[in-house]
């Protein structure tokens, strides 16, 4: 068996998701590869080098990878291979971009969001926004899949370098242009790999008393995230929201402050360690998965909550 | 303009799937069906091009079940123009509806393929970006915004963390996501129309597509439920909780 990773990375610095990556292909062989495509990206393929468990670095350093597109990155991929039996991504917006069009190329049947690797080829992931898991045996004889990130933790670092190889091919298909990156910026953590997310919804009323969750969440060196509800009424940006159709996330503490609770929302954070959940109404779905409920008005509850942190 | 826009029949999105009792997959026997969210969201994409647009005509396929027509019926009632289905006895996986999709692409040759970012059954998140592969079109995935400037569209994708711009070259497949619009209702006399709208009923098997599955569904069953929690009175004794026994906090 042998792994070969896509490795996502902006700005020089390699994605955290990466690091839970590489856990998962441990799962699958110790012969594991990771491609860092870019343009000028060899800082990050010298960093990558020092992974736990990666054997071998691959750079492709060529302007037509700059904006890492779908297109020209699978191009790339899919004439590398053979030798590798697997080939993983993070399944983020990066990993599901990319991963479906190389499946189509290399004409196998990718897998999304894979959670739990049972042997080279069982594989288990969530369907039905993670109300059923199904567990499914991939024939084709290459595996490609991405990997839900939350469910494997991050290796570390290591202090010797594994070998780095450098590929010379460009596909430059000339099929797509990025013109426009509008990343938000935060010095708190990334809502995927914070310890702790402070999330909300409707009842939090405006954006105005968002600052509330934000005033909570620096406290507790975490992240900010939202419901459907909250991101719909306007009163965080789109990239906050937790869900099916947002992002998963699994902190240490999730602390879900006047979010209801749908199915669509539950299936983004369930798999966190410990929820807290603050509410009115009592009879809100979210007590039922939370570990400690407090019905409660979040307006009082919040500032209480944060004076008394000390 | 031609657009096509692939649409999924799908468990409706208020039901909560159950396995079947021997948990040998997902039970649908009584699952109210209909038209996936994230496909609606590509309908109306399409329509409101169609809007700005008189030569614009917009057909909604599907590759699926004999019922599937239902929800191509209910893409008519939205507004598009005429349908197609492509009936298979069985579901597919996206990689054999992606190649269905292409055979129907390379006779109908449209100038943009809207798909829904994913399905809410299976949550694949595939087929868009396998119909442009085999195509050979550009993909724009995740798309919140579409702008069509003569023979280019510009896009704009919601990304983790953000979002960028992108332009795609026509002919071009795009997936929706969430916000890219909210979906008209049909009206009732559109529906009425919709029923005398043009629909085609293809045979999966003259297609002559390799739609034999790679996958093998060994199991299908619930996620470990959390353990039921407990009630706080206040917010020290939640924080007492959180430091001393959850240990979450120092």
Same mark, same amino acid.
């Given at each position: 068996?042998?792994? %070969?990773?896509?490795?996502?990375?902006?700005?020089?610095?390699?994605?955290? =998701? =990466?690091?839970?990556?590489?856990?998962?292909? +441990?799962?699958?062989?110790?012969?594991?590869?990771? %491609?860092?495509?870019?343009?000028?990206?060899?800082?990050?393929?010298?960093?990558?080098?020092?992974?736990?468990?990666?054997?071998?670095?691959?750079?492709?350093?060529?302007?037509?990878?700059?904006? #890492? /597109?779908?297109?020209?990155?699978? *191009?790339?991929?899919?004439?590398?291979?053979?030798?590798? *039996?697997?080939? #993983?991504?993070?399944?983020?917006?990066?990993?599901?971009?990319?991963?479906?069009?190389?499946?189509?190329? #290399?004409?196998?049947?990718?897998? =999304?969001?894979?959670?739990?690797?049972?042997?080279?080829?069982?594989?288990?992931?969530?369907?039905?926004?993670?109300?059923?898991?199904?567990?499914?045996?991939?024939?084709?004889?290459?595996?490609?899949?991405?990997?839900?990130?939350?469910?494997?933790?991050?290796? =570390?670092?290591?202090?010797?370098?594994?070998?780095?190889?450098?590929?010379?091919?460009?596909?430059?298909? !000339?099929?797509?242009?990025?013109?426009?990156?509008?990343?938000?910026?935060?010095?708190?953590?990334?809502?995927?790999?914070?310890?702790?997310?402070?999330?909300?919804?409707?009842?939090?009323?405006?954006?105005?008393?968002?600052?509330?969750?934000?005033?909570?969440?620096?406290?507790?060196?975490?992240?900010?995230?939202?419901?459907?509800?909250?991101?719909?009424?306007?009163?965080?940006?789109?990239? +906050?929201?937790?869900?099916?159709?947002?992002?998963?996330?699994?902190?240490?503490?999730?602390?879900?402050?006047?979010? /209801?609770?749908?199915?669509?929302?539950?299936?983004?954070?369930?798999?966190?360690?410990?929820?807290?959940?603050?509410?009115?109404?009592?009879?809100?779905?979210?007590?039922?998965?939370?570990?400690?409920?407090?019905?409660?008005? +979040?307006?009082?509850?919040?500032?209480?909550?944060?004076? !008394?942190?000390? | 303009?031609?657009?096509?826009?692939?649409?999924?029949?799908?468990?409706?999105?208020?039901?909560?799937?159950?396995?079947?009792?021997?948990?040998?997959?997902?039970?649908?026997?009584?699952?109210? $069906?209909?038209?996936?969210?994230?496909?609606?969201?590509?309908?109306?994409?399409?329509?409101?091009?169609?809007?700005?647009?008189?030569?614009? @005509?917009?057909?909604?396929?599907?590759?699926?079940?004999?019922?599937?027509?239902?929800?191509?019926?209910?893409?008519?009632?939205?507004?598009?123009?005429?349908?197609?289905?492509? @009936?298979?006895?069985?579901?597919?996986?996206?990689?054999?509806?992606?190649?269905?999709?292409?055979?129907?692409?390379?006779?109908?040759?449209?100038?943009?393929?809207?798909?829904?970012?994913?399905?809410?059954?299976?949550?694949?998140?595939?087929?868009?970006? $396998?119909?442009?592969?085999?195509?050979?079109?550009?993909?724009?995935?995740?798309?919140?915004?579409?702008?069509?400037?003569?023979?280019?569209?510009?896009?704009?994708?919601?990304?983790?963390?953000?979002?960028?711009?992108?332009?795609?070259?026509?002919?071009?497949?795009?997936?929706?996501?969430?916000?890219?619009?909210?979906?008209?209702?049909?009206?009732?006399?559109?529906?009425?129309?919709?029923?005398?709208?043009?629909?085609?009923?293809?045979?999966?098997?003259?297609?002559?597509?390799?739609?034999?599955?790679?996958?093998?569904?060994?199991?299908?069953?619930?996620?470990? @439920?959390?353990?039921?929690?407990?009630?706080?009175?206040?917010?020290?004794?939640?924080? @007492?909780?959180?430091?001393?026994?959850?240990?979450?906090?120092?």
């Amino acid at each position: 068996m042998k792994v %070969l990773i896509i490795a996502q990375h902006s700005e020089g610095v390699l994605d955290a =998701t =990466t690091l839970n990556v590489v856990r998962a292909a +441990l799962a699958i062989s110790e012969d594991i590869s990771l %491609l860092v495509a870019g343009c000028e990206c060899r800082e990050v393929a010298e960093d990558a080098r020092y992974l736990e468990g990666v054997t071998n670095v691959i750079l492709a350093d060529h302007p037509c990878y700059e904006s #890492l /597109s779908a297109e020209n990155l699978s *191009s790339l991929v899919a004439e590398m291979v053979p030798p590798y *039996s697997h080939i #993983l991504a993070p399944a983020n917006t990066f990993g599901k971009n990319v991963m479906p069009r190389l499946g189509a190329l #290399l004409d196998v049947q990718p897998l =999304t969001d894979v959670l739990h690797i049972e042997g080279t080829d069982v594989f288990l992931r969530p369907i039905y926004a993670g109300n059923l898991i199904a567990r499914i045996q991939s024939n084709d004889n290459v595996k490609a899949m991405t990997v839900r990130t939350s469910a494997f933790p991050p290796v =570390t670092r290591r202090t010797e370098a594994c070998t780095l190889e450098v590929v010379d091919k460009a596909f430059d298909l !000339q099929l797509s242009r990025r013109t426009k990156i509008e990343i938000g910026r935060s010095d708190r953590p990334d809502l995927g790999t914070a310890r702790v997310v402070v999330s909300g919804g409707r009842a939090v009323g405006s954006s105005e008393n968002f600052k509330l969750l934000y005033s909570l969440a620096d406290k507790l060196n975490g992240s900010v995230g939202a419901s459907r509800a909250a991101v719909d009424a306007g009163f965080v940006p789109y990239d +906050l929201q937790i869900g099916q159709s947002g992002r998963v996330v699994a902190p240490e503490l999730y602390i879900a402050v006047g979010i /209801s609770g749908a199915i669509q929302h539950i299936a983004g954070m369930k798999d966190s360690k410990v929820v807290v959940a603050i509410n009115k109404d009592a009879d809100a779905p979210i007590f039922d998965i939370a570990d400690y409920g407090l019905v409660a008005d +979040l307006f009082d509850v919040l500032p209480e909550l944060e004076a !008394q942190l000390c | 303009m031609k657009i096509l826009v692939p649409v999924k029949r799908v468990i409706d999105y208020n039901v909560k799937a159950r396995p079947k009792d021997d948990g040998s997959d997902v039970d649908l026997s009584l699952a109210k $069906m209909g038209l996936n969210p994230f496909c609606e969201i590509a309908i109306e994409a399409a329509l409101r091009i169609k809007d700005e647009n008189d030569q614009c @005509e917009v057909i909604a396929v599907s590759v699926g079940e004999k019922q599937a027509q239902e929800q191509i019926r209910t893409a008519l009632a939205m507004g598009a123009d005429r349908g197609i289905l492509v @009936e298979a006895d069985s579901p597919l996986e996206p990689l054999a509806v992606a190649k269905c999709l292409k055979i129907i692409a390379d006779r109908e040759c449209p100038d943009l393929l809207i798909f829904g970012k994913q399905g809410i059954d299976n949550d694949n998140n595939q087929t868009g970006q $396998m119909v442009a592969a085999l195509c050979g079109y550009p993909q724009g995935t995740f798309c919140s915004a579409i702008d069509i400037v003569g023979d280019v569209v510009a896009i704009t994708r919601e990304v983790d963390g953000g979002s960028e711009v992108w332009e795609l070259p026509l002919p071009a497949v795009l997936t929706a996501d969430l916000r890219l619009n909210e979906p008209r209702y049909a009206s009732l006399p559109n529906i009425m129309k919709a029923k005398k709208k043009p629909l085609e009923v293809m045979a999966l098997g003259d297609l002559g597509v390799d739609t034999r599955p790679r996958q093998a569904l060994l199991g299908v069953s619930l996620p470990s @439920e959390r353990k039921p929690g407990i009630k706080v009175d206040s917010v020290a004794d939640l924080i @007492e909780k959180l430091k001393n026994e959850a240990k979450v906090i120092l």
